[in-house]
């Protein structure tokens, strides 16, 4: 974790100095703007090994060119895994959501193309229901970060591409870091 918050404040320290030599964009005529998203996040399941695709929907606002605020959800959908209770096996299945607010900065490379570092709090939960046990659930709330790039389509749509972490590895379902792919609207 926190690697991830170094990786994160170096790219931001970085993505500032640069910012402050080029001038890509004339901060004058920026005015602040709304934006939503859909994204496919995928994410490594803990009990099954195995990465999964799950759909993510986000929602931010552009203060200025470089700062915004952004909050996201992410629903892992269910995972069937088998464990061991009591020295027992059991069939179990887990499902589970991510969900997150951040600050966030950006810094465009050129006109199209822009990159960008998301630091703030997430909240997980991981519902496990074993059969003939009952169910178990695990929620907690951390630190969250991500960093990622995006490509501009036209003035409203962008392609977004980025990393995340929400908060601490979890013992069940999916890891706390996930990929991410997906499209912004911007209005």
Request: no cysteine; charged share 20%; net charge positive.
């Amino acid at each position: 974790m926190k690697k991830l918050i170094i990786a994160v404040a170096a790219t931001v320290a970085a993505a500032g100095a640069a910012q402050a030599q080029t001038n890509l964009m004339d901060a004058n005529a920026y005015s602040p703007r709304p934006y939503v998203g859909v994204a496919v996040s995928g994410a490594k399941n803990q009990a099954a090994d195995e990465w999964k695709a799950s759909p993510k929907v986000f929602a931010g606002y552009d203060i200025t060119q470089n700062w915004g605020v952004e909050a996201g959800y992410t629903h892992h959908g269910s995972e069937d895994y088998n464990t061991t209770r009591n020295a027992t096996p059991v069939r179990a299945s887990v499902k589970g959501s991510d969900s997150y607010v951040a600050a966030k900065y950006t810094v465009p490379v050129n006109e199209r193309v822009s990159a960008y570092g998301k630091l703030g709090a997430s909240y997980s939960e991981r519902k496990n229901d074993l059969s003939g046990v009952g169910r178990i659930n695990d929620r907690d709330t951390g630190v969250y970060g991500g960093i990622g790039v995006q490509y501009a389509l036209n003035q409203n749509v962008s392609v977004v591409g980025e990393y995340e972490r929400y908060g601490k590895d979890k013992a069940t379902g999916s890891k706390a870091d996930a990929v991410n792919v997906g499209l912004k609207y911007g209005f």
